[in-house]
């Protein structure tokens, strides 16, 4: 009898065994064998672990952890709406550190990691799924989502428009200005909720300026016309356009503005009209002149330069306008040379504005006023200029 009971004993617990171990594997992550376990987790400090609206580029913050089953984790995936994310360097932050790569090897994180991650919501208005993975060496995985709703909380003014606004001394009526002249218009776009803002069309007698030279865009020039808005304008923006009016004078151009959105809706400004008048105005210019300015350290008589005529003179000649500043002899001989100008004999040295300082191209003077305006437009006289480039412009 004691065999019997020992063996029907024996028996038991080898049973019991069994269904604790079988109720153990049906508990794992994602109903799959031995596959890891993946979390969102908060500990009272307002991590993320359901749905959350939000506004555009929000940093959103999770607590995620991954623990290992049967098998070493492998690697952690971010996706977007089904598609991995491939922006995750600007977009993502594991403890601190940007992703740095997507899917991200978890070698050193096998068997379990607990990190705080952040994710940057998307830009313009939509309601997006966000779905994390994780693999382990044999296959199998485990995910956490959540939906990011970047709609509810935002709404734009609206309806679809482009104004002129009297800003930096841009135009907003009709004017009379110079042929070849640099004239600027202030832009507000206002969007609505139905979409973004892509594109700025500028037209001169109501057709695209196919000549781009002649246009800046917040001081820079564009590469077509319809041109694309910067990331920072699609929701809004107020914006400078600069445009170099006709070369005839007598004649009047209209110039008015279209955007567009992502559906394809457009506006567009009402024309202001530039005149250029029919007769010059101003004081011709009367002299052109080419001189070269030796370096100071040369021969004796050079290093000095008469900007009346042109003609070179020595450094210290009474004559000169301005003079070279020599060399430092305490450098190599091949870059001794110091490359800079100061005035001479109380001529006051300005350094010209750049052209999307002031509306002042020196190709374009025609004009004393011309260059009157832009010298008296520089604050301050300037003792000793920068090392010298080509193309530098300087004021006398």
């Known amino acids: 009898m004691k065999r019997i009971s020992l063996l029907w004993n024996l028996l038991f617990i080898a049973f019991a065994v069994l269904v604790y171990t079988s109720c153990d594997d049906g508990t794992t992550g994602g109903g799959n064998t031995g596959a890891p376990i993946l979390e969102l987790k908060d500990d009272g400090s307002g991590y993320i672990t359901t749905d959350v609206t939000a506004t555009p580029g929000q940093i959103l913050t999770l607590n995620l952890v991954g623990t290992s089953i049967d ?75 959540f939906y990011v709703d970047t709609e509810s909380n935002i709404t734009y003014p609206g309806p679809l428009s482009i104004n002129y606004v009297a800003e930096n001394g841009c135009f907003v009526a009709d004017a009379e ?144 306008e301005i003079r070279d500043n020599g060399s430092d002899f305490s450098l190599p001989a091949a870059t001794n040379w110091l490359q800079q100008i100061s005035p001479a004999n109380n001529a006051q040295l300005r350094l010209a504005p750049a052209f999307s300082d002031y509306p002042f191209d020196f190709a374009t003077a025609q004009y004393k006023e011309d260059i009157q305006g832009a010298f008296d437009f520089v604050a301050g006289n300037t003792t000793i200029t920068p090392a010298v480039n080509i193309g530098d412009v300087f004021l006398i």
């Open 71 to 145: 098998n070493d984790m492998q690697a952690l995936r971010f996706y977007e709406d089904g598609t991995l994310m491939s922006d995750y360097a600007t977009r993502i932050t594991l403890d601190g550190d940007a992703a740095w790569a997507n899917p991200i090897a978890l070698t050193a994180n096998a068997q379990t990691f607990d990190w705080i991650v952040t994710i940057s919501a998307h830009a313009g208005m939509a309601n997006k799924q966000y779905t994390i993975e994780v693999t382990d060496v044999a296959g199998f995985t485990d995910q956490v989502s």
């Open 177 to 320: 200005v110079a042929p070849l002249t640099p004239i600027c218009f202030a832009l507000e776009g206002v969007r609505d909720n139905d979409a973004n803002l892509i594109s700025l069309e500028i037209l001169e007698n109501g057709n695209p300026i196919t000549d781009l030279s002649r246009i800046e865009y917040n001081g820079f020039a564009i590469s077509a016309n319809p041109t694309g808005l910067p990331l920072d304008s699609e929701n809004g923006f107020i914006d400078t356009v600069r445009i170099v009016t006709q070369s005839t004078n007598g004649s009047t151009s209209a110039y008015s503005f279209r955007l567009t959105d992502a559906l394809g809706n457009n506006v567009t400004t009402s024309a202001i009209n530039i005149s250029t008048p029919t007769v010059a105005t101003g004081t011709p210019l009367d002299l052109n002149i080419t001189g070269v300015l030796f370096n100071a350290a040369g021969p004796a008589g050079t290093g000095g330069l008469d900007l009346d005529g042109g003609q070179g003179t020595g450094s210290t000649d009474a004559d000169a």
